[in-house]
């Protein structure tokens, strides 16, 4: 594939309305073209072959103690929401293994929950709308201590997809928070008692819409609701084709062969029978972060057959539940399909088969004897070879396109951007016009923004058998709104939801310390050709005028956040 151009001499769009607009030295090229940029996610997407058994090599040696301030950052691009001064310093001094120690023994701060009811939103004004729920998901996501956790939370949300749009009950904000805190809570727990507490959440009830699920009447006709059944296989745990260790599909005469049928999602959807809340008072939001519990007189109590499993007649609701989850668990394909997807959204978006085969024999067998132990599998993914060798990373085909909420949390924790006022106004970003066309628990359907086996139809990465999930919310529209979105808010804010740039203003006298810094901060793995494009530009920008040391800050910034090197993250 040609080698993608990196900023653009075109004219540049219209910035959002509101926003400063930078010196006209700085705007020449504000945005990356589309086309260009296009290109380049097509190499992001590359990276893996197709052979169907390869033998996984061996686990990669202990990650080096000291890595490079770029190495750390492309670490920390991985591991967390974006990389900071402070993130990045710790993994320098005391190497990746002990940064990811100290991750996983870190407590939540709060709790989505307890934010929104310290933040005076459970009253009776707030019942039936969605008020707190974007500050509360941006506040944790850029602020959080727990950035491992906040990271490997967003992944499991956008695999395990709940929308709050599509939670049509009283309080949703606390519904949907209540089960995004389910998600961050278990993020280093056991996979299959994940699944359990989701299976059992009012959120995921309501969207899959099995809360109040009754078993079939045969007077009227009415069977039960299928829909979480079918996507608890399809899109949870196991997919729709069989898979070989290394995450390759099983074929029959060159066929791919099925993991279920029709009787499958019907006799499993008769054990989701009988789950409701568990009591009728909206009056609070309470019963809203509560389990679910089963009514015996709507539960279907006749046998349950799925998946080469049969629960017999007579079997409680929960006892059924629980036989159900363990023969899902049990499944051979979960482990690469969990594992594979966990890497495409942390890691890369083609692992090689041996790479996810290495990661799923870890979630199958801790080294301690225990499957499904999310930290593990974590741990695993992250120091494995194929997420830390240099060699590897530069390659033109290695790597995944910075999904937008991504790249404004990037930002956003770079400059250590805050809301004093514990607002986080920051809003609803799903807008493919204005904004970012992604915002956090805003997936528009179970199906996720984008899909894990998602290629651009007609591309170089379709030809080549490859997928990009992220490049099915990307178009020319919005990357033009992401740029301008994001010109307006590193230089205004939203609010008083400000970046802090003391310290990279600080070094605006000299381009090319500027452009390094910011370059590092971000985790852009910005090339020559890039750092030159934009120094051109701060160059054009005299430092001594009355914002020149500002302008040229942002202008370093912004051409940044607005090339392919950043927007594919490698």
């Not at 381009?511 to 050709?529: C, H, K, N, Q, T």
Request: hydrophobic share 40%; aromatic share 8%; net charge negative.
């Amino acid at each position: 594939m040609a080698e993608a151009k990196t900023l653009i001499d075109e004219e540049p769009a219209a910035p959002s309305e509101g926003a400063a607009p930078l010196s006209p030295a700085a705007s020449f090229s504000s945005a990356a073209s589309p086309m260009a940029i296009s290109a380049t996610l097509a190499l992001a997407a590359c990276g893996g072959g197709s052979d169907s058994t390869p033998t996984p090599t061996p686990p990669p040696p202990p990650a080096a103690i000291k890595p490079t301030r770029l190495e750390a950052a492309r670490f920390l691009s991985q591991a967390t929401m974006g990389p900071n001064a402070a993130s990045i310093e710790l993994v320098v001094a005391n190497g990746y293994e002990s940064w990811l120690d100290t991750q996983f023994a870190t407590a939540r701060e709060i709790t989505h929950w307890d934010w929104l009811v310290s933040a005076g939103y459970a009253v009776p004004d707030s019942a039936n709308n969605q008020a707190g729920f974007d500050p509360v998901m941006w506040r944790q996501l850029i602020a959080g201590p727990d950035q491992l956790r906040q990271r490997v939370g967003m992944a499991l949300l956008e695999i395990l997809v709940v929308g709050i749009d599509g939670v049509s009950i009283p309080w949703p904000q606390f519904a949907v928070a209540a089960y995004v805190d389910v998600l961050l809570d278990n993020a280093f727990g056991n996979f299959r008692t994940l699944l359990e507490r989701v299976s059992t959440n009012v959120a995921m009830g309501y969207f899959l819409t099995f809360a109040g699920n009754r078993k079939a009447n045969p007077n009227t006709g009415a069977v039960p609701d299928e829909n979480y059944a079918r996507e608890l296989m399809q899109l949870f745990t196991i997919g729709l084709v069989k898979l070989n260790p290394d995450g390759t599909v099983q074929t029959n005469a060159g066929v791919p062969i099925e993991t279920y049928g029709q009787s499958d999602i019907t006799g499993l959807a008769r054990v989701f029978t009988g789950w409701n809340v568990d009591s009728a008072d909206n009056s609070t939001p309470d019963r809203m972060r509560r389990p679910m519990v089963n009514n015996a007189g709507q539960h279907e109590t006749g046998v349950k057959t799925f998946l080469g499993t049969t629960i017999p007649a007579g079997t409680s609701g929960p006892d059924s539940l629980k036989q159900a989850l363990d023969a899902i668990f049990a499944h051979p394909n979960v482990a690469p399909f969990v594992c594979k997807q966990l890497i495409q959204r942390l890691v890369t978006s083609n692992p090689p088969p041996s790479y996810v085969q290495r990661i799923a024999q870890v979630f199958e067998n801790n080294g301690s004897g225990v499957r499904g132990d999310l930290k593990a599998v974590i741990r695993a993914m992250l120091l494995d070879l194929e997420a830390r060798s240099p060699t590897i990373a530069a390659a033109p085909s290695y790597g995944k396109l910075r999904e937008p909420i991504m790249r404004l949390t990037g930002w956003g924790r770079a400059f250590n951007a805050s809301s004093p006022s514990n607002a986080w106004p920051i809003g609803n970003t799903s807008s493919t016009a204005n904004r970012l066309g992604q915002s956090p628990g805003r997936s528009p359907s179970v199906f996720n923004f984008f899909r894990p086996g998602y290629t651009p139809p007609n591309s170089a990465i379709a030809n080549s058998g490859l997928v990009a999930p992220e490049l099915q919310i990307t178009n020319e529209p919005t990357v033009i709104a992401y740029v301008n979105y994001l010109q307006a808010l590193i230089v205004n804010g939203a609010g008083d939801f400000r970046a802090n740039y003391a310290d990279i203003v600080a070094l605006a006298d000299n381009s090319e310390r500027l452009i390094d810094e910011v370059d590092i901060l971000l985790g852009a793995g910005l090339s020559a050709a890039a750092k030159a494009s934009i120094r051109g530009a701060v160059d054009a920008i005299t430092f001594t005028a009355t914002t020149g040391a500002t302008n040229r800050a942002y202008t370093a910034i912004l051409l940044t956040i607005a090339s392919p090197d950043f927007l594919v993250q490698k």
